[in-house]
């Protein structure tokens, strides 16, 4: 059973067209969240969703739009894709949107996309 | 700006051996102080998290020290195993801001048999 789930695994698609990755969770979170892995590995937060609502919304183009349709789904839809899109893309959970051992971050395992 | 610094961004170590990755923090209402894990192909999972009331914390092999005053913390990996073999993140974060975790640049941790 796969606590944080993401689809699809690999993405490969051209400039300017969109795309969307889906993420759901059945650990009974209260928050969901998207996060970007560039090619250093580095991890960058974009959006936070508690019950649906938008609570952080990173500086982050308007291209990349989240959307959270119950609290066990957070997708995220991108137009117009553009090169510096690349990246490894992972969608994760927490308990409540308070840092805390007994509420720690569970990452999906990640959707890789690739621009040309 | 780089609020968490991470080093070294990659490490060998033989197995048996104790692994030492440092983090330097630079904002003090940060909190909470978590590592996570990441294996290749997976996501970063929680591996042990501190809180600044304590100078330590020990899990199995896996220890965190933690220097307040000078805004740093580190992850002690004891009898290092080749199954130890991952990259490494730290991170932070202030308890009014929820789980925006600030993570570290990472370390890639190799064991070698």
């Known amino acids: 059973d796969t606590a944080v789930s993401q689809t699809p695994k690999y993405l490969v698609t051209q400039m300017g067209n969109d795309k969307s990755i889906k993420c759901e969770q059945n650990l009974g979170h209260d928050t969901m969240y998207w996060y970007k892995q560039d090619s250093k590995k580095f991890l960058k937060i974009m959006f936070s969703?508690?019950?649906?609502?938008?609570?952080i919304n990173e500086t982050v183009p308007n291209r990349f739009s989240p959307k959270s349709p119950d609290k066990a789904h957070l997708n995220l839809h991108i137009n117009s894709l553009e090169l510096g899109d690349s990246a490894v893309y992972f969608c994760?959970?927490?308990?409540?949107?308070?840092?805390?051992?007994?509420?720690?971050?569970?990452f999906g395992n990640g959707t890789r996309l690739t621009v040309t | 700006q780089q609020q968490v610094k991470q080093s070294p961004q990659s490490l060998i170590v033989q197995k048996g051996g104790i692994s030492i990755i440092n983090c330097a923090y630079e904002n003090t209402a940060f909190d909470y102080f978590p590592w996570y894990q990441q294996f290749p192909g997976k996501g970063p999972a929680l591996l042990i998290a501190i809180r600044p009331d304590v100078s330590e914390k020990k899990e199995g092999r896996f220890t965190i020290s933690f220097n307040k005053s000078a805004k740093q913390f580190s992850l002690h990996i004891m009898d290092s195993q080749p199954g130890d073999s991952a990259t490494y993140f730290c991170a932070a974060s202030k308890r009014t801001s929820g789980s925006r975790l600030t993570f570290g640049e990472g370390t890639q941790l190799t064991v070698n048999p």
């Open positions: 969703y508690n019950n649906k609502e938008l609570i």
């Open positions: 994760a959970s927490s308990l409540t949107g308070q840092a805390a051992d007994n509420s720690p971050l569970h």
